[in-house]
Every structure is written in C-alpha cells, then in structure tokens.
C-alpha cells in the first residue's frame, strides 16, 4: 500500500515499484494499492478502491487517512480474502497506520511499515498510538530508526536499511577525464527540506573566487519561484526542472562533485536520499548534510564527506576541499561504488523478504502466548464449553442471559440478508480477552459453515437465513 507510485516523481515511489517487480519476480503474488500514479509492475495486481462510510470523515482531516480507511475495506475483497493475506506491507507512517494497523489486527493479518523519511515532531503522542498495532518497521536510515524508538517502538521490531539501486539499468562510472571541471550538481525536489537554496548561496561565493564553476539542480517543486531569483544574483547556476532517469545518470556522470544540502523541518526529514547513492555507484564524489547522512548503509566515512546542516560556512569548505583534491575526488569514487554493489534492488527485496520471514515468526510466537490460543478456544466452544450447547436467548429477551464478568460475543451471518435475528456464539469466562473471544468465535462460524456444508443436506450448504431463523437447529 502507497499513497503515490509512479510516474508520480519521488524516491519513495521508484522504492515501491521497484520492491514490487522483485517480489513479482521471486515469485510472489502482491496486490498494490495505490491513490495517485498509475505504473503497476507486470504481474501485480491493483486493488481497487472506493469511498465508504468509513473514509467520509477522515476525508475531512486527511486524503491519507481516507485512502487508509478505504485499503482497510478493500482488504477483503482481495483474492482469497483476508485469510488469503500473508501481510500487508504499507509505506508511510503513523497518518496510514493509524486506520490501517486496527484494520490489520481485527483481520489477523501483520502489518508491516517502511518508513521512508524522519518523522514528524508535531505527532509524538499520535505516532506512538498509531504504532501499537504494526507488527514491523523497514526504517530507511538510522535517523528514522531513532525516530521509531523515541516513539516507543522496540529496536527488535524494527529493521534499518536503505532503499535499493537498479544498477543494471545504471551505465558504468565515468572516469576522471570525463567529468566536466567545475560541474557541482544536486537532484531533489524543489521544496523548502531539500534546502537548495543554502547550495545556492554557497556556489556563489565559491564562484567569487573560481573561474568556471557550475551549478545544475535536476528537480521541479513549489521552490522554483524563489529558487530562481536567488540564481539570478550571479552566473553558472542553472535549474533544470524533472528530467528523465537517464538523464539523471548522464549529468552525474560528467559531474565533479554531488551535493545534498536538505534540512530537518518540524514536519518533515530526510531519510537515506537515493540520489545520493546513485550519485555513489556511478563514482561522483558525494557531499551530504549532517541531517541526510547515508548510515547504517555506507560504513565507511571516507566514501562520502558531510558538512553541518544550515550552514553556508561549512558547505563552501566542504566543496572546495573535494575540488582542490583529485586523489580525494578519485578515493571517494572507488569507495562509494563498492558501497553500492550490496544496494542492488535484487539483493535489498531479499532482505525485505528475510524481515518477513523475521517478523510473522515473532507475530507467530507472540500469538501462541495470546492469540493462539484460538484453536484452542474453537475447540472448547464447539464441543466442552457450556456455552456451546446453550440454547440462544430470543430477542428481546436475550440481555437476561448474561452474568457479570461475561462476555458475550454476537455475529451475524454474512450474506443472510437478517439484521434483526443476531445469535450468541459462545459465553467466555472472566478473564478472557475480548479480542481472543472475537477472534473464537469467528473461527468457530467458520468451522460451522463448512460442517454443515460438508453434509450436503438441503438448504444447509451453508448458514444463511434459513438456518439462522431456526433457533433450535443454530443451537443444535
């Protein structure tokens, strides 16, 4: 589940269609749930979705928790339905979970977040109470990761890790004598977290004292406007809008250096920013700042150089320390294109799929202790449970059965087309879960379906009204 995929533009929608064709090729089956894009791999299956009860009023608020609401619906129209549902792995953050992660857990089935950026400040609290129904986290970067866990999720449920690199569609590094002298280029989205304009700032007094430098910023966002006037107080600076992927790679191949100035907002962070690992695998020199620094992925801190975030002093001795020293330039280049070969998508979807292997058996473990007991529970309730064998209290006069401390669990019959006749399943002793109890009695109606329907008798292939308005059959 994505808000956006491509061609919508961003490092989180190429990280999504890219898992997906992995898992498509390991042979996976993975349905995609999307709001805004429309490139869904060969092989995956869209799910569709539309407004309901549920996502009338979170529309109001947020388009994100409405699409949540409407995933969250959608999930049981999907092939096999719910039970079919090995996961459900959802990219974004607390906004989604919050809708999504109760749906999951009423459902029985994981759910499983990336996290592709550093977390909103203003949500604390709400991020901590969306969180408490996701079975795991992919955290993109150990700024996210520590974002998680001040937010109360266990270092065991979450997994550190970058997005990957299609590096067999990337051309081969560029060598020294082909890059252009003097050519600094950055690639991101012209928007207030990427901080271009501090980048800007800085080449122009890099530019006071060299002759011939150059600036291009591949990217297009709601900056443009200002970002232009600030390129216009002196020469070399050119902004060169969204460009294709091959494009891209042509201009970070001929550059001298690669530069990503972004900044933490209250809103918003940067995570482990892909354009500076591709700018790694194809050899340019790369320069980041303190808040997009490229750990747990590149281990080695000669491979990249980092200068302190919103600070114009720091950035210029940064870049000029690169662009005096060519046996620098030359280290830096083999060291990030070794770091890139283990970013390969094919090698990073595996270590996706290990984390779920990981995580469903701890969601196993932890549902043996609880929630496992629902076999269990279906196997008393349909056979030594007293409740069992209780004939069902007529409506209105069924809140008299009830004793204090029970707990009584009603459903009804989908697709009977009755509203007005709701049985009691099953009386669950004090102390039991509510949630367990639910879960029991859900299994047992299932077990019920496919008893009557084994036995083949007429009008009985299933518990649809006509069995349901027989009291004394249901309770039989």
Known sequence: MSYRIPPEPGGMERHVECLTREQVAAGHQVSLAFRHGACVPDGAAPIPTRPCAASRVPAVVSDRLAFAAQVARALRGVPGGPRGVDL?????????????????????????VTVHATLSERHR???????????????????TAADLRARGVEARRILAMSSGLELSRMPPPSPASAREPGLIVSVGALNPMKDHGLLIEAFHRLARDRRGLRLVIAGDGPERDRLGRLAAAGPGVKLAGALPREEVYDLLGRAQV???????????????????????????????????????????????????????????AAVATVLDDASARERMGTLGRQAAEALDWPVVARRVEEWYATTLRRVARRDRGSGGRRGALCAALSSTHPAASEPAPTSPERGNARRKGDVIVYFACPGAGVTDEWSPTARISRGMPRRVACLAANELYASLRATSAAREEPGKGNLRAPLMRNKESWSR
């Open 88 to 112: 459900v792995h959802l990219h974004g953050d607390h906004v989604e979970a919050l809708v999504l992660g109760p749906a999951c857990r009423r459902l029985g089935v994981p759910l499983i």
């Open 125 to 143: 609290r709400l991020a901590r109470h969306a969180f408490r129904h996701v079975a795991g986290f992919v955290a993109l970067g150990e700024a």
């Open 258 to 316: 690669f530069v990503l100035a972004s900044r933490r907002l209250a809103g918003k962070g940067e995570g482990v920013p892909t354009a500076a690992l591709e700018a790694l695998a194809l050899g340019t020199p790369v320069i980041v700042s303190s808040h997009a620094t490229l750990d747990p992925v590149v281990t080695n801190p000669n491979a990249y150089r980092v200068f302190a975030s919103g600070s114009a002093d720091s950035l210029v």
